[in-house]
């Protein structure tokens, strides 16, 4: 595909229970962003990955979030023993390399935890 | 800490007129800056963006000032239409860093016909 694109589109899970969310980024892009927006809230920073580099792991709100990107493509987040504080859009991010290059964004996912 | 915010939430304007959406930001390292556009249950697009040793950048209808002294930059929309409708995001990049986007809370803006 030409964009970036996220999987689930939407994820209903109960409090507890642990999801994953996925991100194919565009082909060709090195950089890959994981943002989430809360209900009311603009887009809150979690982690970055630059090719080979150690991730940015400095948004990720606590240890019971995570990421990997396998082979610098497929990215997944992974939220453990979700709490309803958790519930928001979920949003993917790529660029051709790090810096001010505009960042192209998936349609995100949206989480809702009961 | 807010680093970038957007005071105002909701924006109405008349289709034809100009739509001002502001933006403020307190670190001074902040080197770069954008404004996105978000539809409902899409992802943000880009739309227009500008560094920190201009004042002005123009794209067509799009045109964002900004004003270092004052941390505050505006996005000026001439003439609006009804397809502008949108939520606008501000987000700002220290481009020596990793990159990452701090966002503003967004404004909603609206076009009347």
């Known amino acids: 595909g030409a964009g970036v694109s996220q999987s689930p589109s939407n994820k209903v899970t109960e409090k507890g229970k642990d999801v994953e969310l996925r991100c194919d980024p565009i082909?060709?892009?090195?950089?890959l962003y994981w943002y989430r927006q809360s209900l009311g809230q603009g887009l809150e920073f979690l982690i970055y990955?630059?090719?080979?580099?150690?991730?940015?792991k400095s948004g990720l709100p606590s240890d019971r979030f995570s990421a990997e990107r396998t082979g610098g493509s497929v990215s997944t987040l992974t939220i453990q023993r979700t709490q309803q504080e958790d519930s928001a859009v979920y949003l993917c991010?790529?660029?051709?390399?790090?810096?001010?290059?505009?960042?192209?964004f998936g349609p995100g996912t949206r989480l809702t935890v009961l | 800490d807010q680093q970038v915010k957007q005071n105002s939430p909701s924006l109405s304007v008349q289709e034809g007129r100009i739509s001002i959406l502001n933006c403020d930001y307190t670190?001074?390292?902040?080197?770069?800056f954008l404004w996105y556009k978000k539809y409902p249950a899409e992802g943000p697009t880009f739309l227009i963006s500008?560094?920190?040793?201009?004042d002005k950048n123009e794209d067509g209808r799009f045109t964002v000032f900004l004003n270092k002294s004052a941390k505050h930059l505006s996005l000026h929309i001439v003439p609006s239409q009804p397809g502008d409708s949108a939520v606008y995001f501000c987000?700002?990049?220290?481009?020596?860093?990793?990159?990452?986007?701090?966002f503003g809370q967004g404004t909603t803006l609206q076009v009347k016909p």
């Open positions: 991010a790529s660029s051709l390399e790090r810096g001010y290059n505009e960042q192209f």
């Open positions: 082909s060709g892009h090195t950089a």
């Open positions: 990955f630059q090719g080979n580099s150690a991730p940015d």
């Open positions: 670190n001074s390292m902040f080197d770069y």
């Open positions: 500008i560094s920190s040793i201009k």
């Open positions: 987000a700002a990049i220290i481009t020596g860093n990793t990159g990452k986007l701090i």
